[in-house]
Structures are given as C-alpha cells and as structure tokens.
C-alpha cells in the first residue's frame, strides 16, 4: 500500500502563487508514477502534470502549462506542484496520485492505483 497526503492549499487571491506538496509513503518503489488532478463538483477529475520518480519524465497539461509546474524531491517522497497566476477558475480540489503506469495513460484517473485525500484552493478576490 502507499499513502499519499496533499498539503498546501488554501485561500487565495487571483494572481497568486501556491505550491502544493504531496508526500508519499509506504510502498513506493511499486509507483514510478505520480500525477496531479483537480476537480471541481459536478465535473470529471481534470488531468494537470504527471512525473515519475526514477527517470524524471515530466508533462504538463495544456490547460496549465507555463502556470504550473511539478516536481519532485526523491530524497523526501514528495512531489510538488508550483502554480502561479492563479484564477478563479483555478479553484477546485487538489488530488496527487500515485502508479506504475506509462507516460501515454498520464491523465486516465482509472490508471492510477493511489489517491490521496485532497487539499482545497480557492482563489477569489
């Protein structure tokens, strides 16, 4: 099993900067993969950026790319996602995930095996 648990959200306003983190624990080695969604109610899990611990291999989302930006510290099992100007239509739930898929079923939720609980960011004015 692997736990994953989100932290950094928050109340913003539109312009802002966050960086949410997403620390992974338990059996990691079995998930090279690890992605990031949002989701708002009423919608589907939006897909954001995907990375994976042993090679690096990063994509971004075309709805985010050049705002967010995700990373990872292999030293301490967390994955971060930057995001700067933020918007309001930015505000959703964070979810990391993780899995041991390849890179073509990054933004398929079914793909991932690990969820974590979720963080709130907001962004109003």
């Known amino acids: 099993q692997v736990q994953l648990a989100e932290s950094g959200g928050g109340l913003v306003q539109p312009g802002d900067s966050l960086r949410l983190s997403c620390a992974a624990s338990?059996?990691?080695?079995?998930?090279?993969?690890m992605g990031w969604f949002r989701q708002v109610p009423g919608m589907e899990r939006e897909f954001l950026a995907f990375?994976?611990?042993?090679?690096?291999?990063?994509l971004h989302a075309d709805s985010v790319k050049g705002r967010f930006t995700i990373s990872k510290d292999n030293s301490k099992n967390t994955v971060y996602l930057q995001m700067n100007s933020l918007k309001p239509e930015d505000t959703a739930v964070y979810y990391c995930?993780?899995?041991?898929?390849?890179?073509?079923?990054?933004?398929?939720?079914?793909?991932?095996?690990?969820w974590g609980q979720g963080t709130q960011v907001t962004v109003s004015s």
């Open positions: 995930a993780a899995g041991n898929l390849g890179i073509i079923y990054k933004d398929r939720p079914a793909a991932y095996d690990y």
């Open positions: 338990g059996r990691t080695f079995n998930t090279d993969a």
């Open positions: 990375i994976t611990w042993s090679r690096g291999s990063i």
